[in-house]
């Protein structure tokens, strides 16, 4: 089945220690996104991508980092985490720039 | 600025009809998206807007009034799975902005 891939489901890292999520795909859609998702709050886009062109929302903070080395896969990369970055961070797919989104089951962060 | 509102929570009966309103400000207007998210799962697509009207899928429909600057998802025949948080997001000069979203209890 076509699906979006999120791994880990959950991560735990320290105050301040890199981590990075990862996300993958096999629908082949051009667009990829990275949403932080607080508890009862809106997803907040931090980036997207369409095809390798790379685009990084006015407020998302610099600690904030993403790659897309190919179609198939896009990181995101945490430089030093804050508490305040603990949040379920989505990977989400479409064909064209904001058209119907598929989403991927989240990695839950948590910072000690 | 853009502001997009949608109640918090709401409670219905299973068997019942519910209605989730969303209201929204923003600069420009592409296309208005529901979605599903049970709680700690992913949201999941139920229907796109871009022109007025209503748009049936089984027993959800969502409706749009651009010149109100709104919109509702329909909910028929409520099942205990629908129990969920029903997300608006509005497409705006190349960005899409989510609502805080609904939560839907639904009881028995």
Known sequence: DAMVIQ???YQVTQF??????????????????WYQQKSSQAPKL?????????????DTPDNFQSRRPNTSFCFLDIRSPGLGDAA????????VTFSEQFFGPGTRLTVL | GQNIDQPTEMTATEGAIVQINCTYQ?????GL?????HA???????????????????RFSSFLSRSKGYSYLLLKELQM?????YLCAVKSQGNLIFGKGTKLSVKP
């Open chain 1, 7 to 9: 791994n880990p489901r």
């Open chain 1, 16 to 33: 301040g220690k890199p981590v990075t999520l990862s996300c993958s795909q096999t629908l082949n859609h051009n667009v990829m996104y």
């Open chain 1, 46 to 58: 931090l980036f997207h991508y369409y095809d390798k062109d790379f685009n990084n929302e006015a």
């Open chain 1, 88 to 95: 379920m961070y989505l990977c989400a797919t479409s064909r």
């Open chain 2, 26 to 30: 923003t600069s420009g207007f592409n």
């Open chain 2, 33 to 37: 998206f529901w979605y599903q998210q």
């Open chain 2, 40 to 58: 700690g799962e992913a949201p999941t697509f139920l229907s796109y807007n871009v022109l007025d009207g209503l748009e049936e899928k089984g």
């Open chain 2, 81 to 85: 799975k629908d129990s969920a948080s």
